[in-house]
């Protein structure tokens, strides 16, 4: 595959979230890598990380493998400043989870698109290319902080 | 000499948990041998019915009383005051990590309509979630304990009797009158002992052992879904009551708003406290910690980024809108959108404000705050 492209850069105020040109996105801030046909590991983007921080917990609703519909809720995500309900991206099968995360979830803010990578996902889902995805990001960047200043506030 | 007796009562957690029914009985356990305390254990507070005789006991029970239970403190604090059962808020050392510098605001409105008679005793209210260590609960009631005995120098509480027959005053008093004049159950004889732990039944071979047949015994009660409304907070704006479309609120013959009829609450629902301006309105049960009764230093720092991750991309009051909306159809109604009841602030155009902000400016707050 063609990933010799050097990764797309977002900047999230003085922030460069990293978006790497080797796989796709989903529009709920994951990244999905294709290990072989419609095959994907999936993981929390750059973006995901940085709004998240520090995540120390990280809880299961479903039990691989199992079917999933699209934006079905699996799972729930906690940092010391954040919390989140996880979503399913896309319509497909979830083959398994990265155990490794249950015991220890910091690889998600150290290495998220290495070995903290969340799950496998089977799905023929259309996903976003890297450089529409930056798009994503470029049009919900306003929402996002005025959603996060209304939490702050 | 050792003053009155202390009164804790454990609500029970929901189904059968088993780590958590474990630390009930490890707790209880502890207090029972206890001649501090008077220990009871009632189901879970938010799940009974007004007329469960769990409740009457509760209502029964005149002087200060510990309450240890699965929710946040204000959940449990004003799901008592909803049952009638009520005091000032009383401080309790044990409380959930708050963090470094957020100390405690004490920024309630000033237009608060508070709760209403409101008997002079205290009523302390503890997180069993806090920590998984009975120890650290048994000190703390012993410190509330030592506490209370000071204030009764100055306060006298009723005709509480310490003697040797009577576990305590609350007992004779709730079996002589049934406690029930009050909720139209004339017609019932409750025993309301039984909610009392009593150490002389239990010198079988673990008190724990006991107390777990104990809880057996009694019936499991269904659980419930519903909005517990903080009058330290609430202005009486009526949102709520404009916004829900499915009768849950009312208001009282003071026009105070109240949540009037429960269960026609939609599970899992929490559209009416996204709406509500002052964040009076608590459902005890729901995953977010601002919604579910936490203190407002605490909840306020955690951000929810369940929109972000593929909740939806709408805010609060359109998070609401669609909440309500599935309801509705759930019930074969109309779907209103924002079309009904929402004040005024809310469907008006927004967003004029807030879109000058620098980026940079937004990435260094949150920076400050550490997000
Ligand atoms: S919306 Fe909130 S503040 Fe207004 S009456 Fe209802 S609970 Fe009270
Ligand atoms: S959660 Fe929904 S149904 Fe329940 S009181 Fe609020 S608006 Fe009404």
New interface residues.
Partial sequence: MNDASDPLIFMMGQYEAIIPQDRVYSSNHLWLKELEPDLFRVGFTSYSVRLLQDVYFLEWRVEAPTSLRLKQEIGEIESSKALSTLYSPAEGELVQFNEHLLDDPTPINTDCYGTGWLYDLRTSAIMKRPSEYVAHLDEGWEKTQNMLKGQIN | MAGKKLTVVISQAQGKHPVRSKLEEEVAAALLMDPQVSVSLVPHLYDMSADHTGLVFLRSLKGPFVLLGWQYPRALHWTLDRQQIRGHMGITELIEEI?DDEEAIDDQPSQAIGSTEMPNRNIYCIDLRVSSNPQEYIEEIHRIYEEENQQLVQLTFGSLTNGNGSSNGVAQNGSATNGSSSNGNSGLTFDLTQYILNPAESDTPSAKEEIAQFKATQPPIKRRWYPVIDYSRCTNCMECIDFCLFGVYGVDNLDRILVEEQDNCKKGCPACSRVCPENAIIFPGH???AIAGAEGEVA????????????S?D??VDLAIRERDAELMADGREMVGKSVGLAERHTTSS?CR??R?E??D?????DS???
């Fill in positions: 963090d995953k977010t910690p306020g720092l955690k951000i929810d980024l369940s929109k972000l991750f593929g909740g991309d805010d609060a967003r807030g879109e902000d980026l940079d937004l990435m260094d707050e949150l705050l550490g997000i």
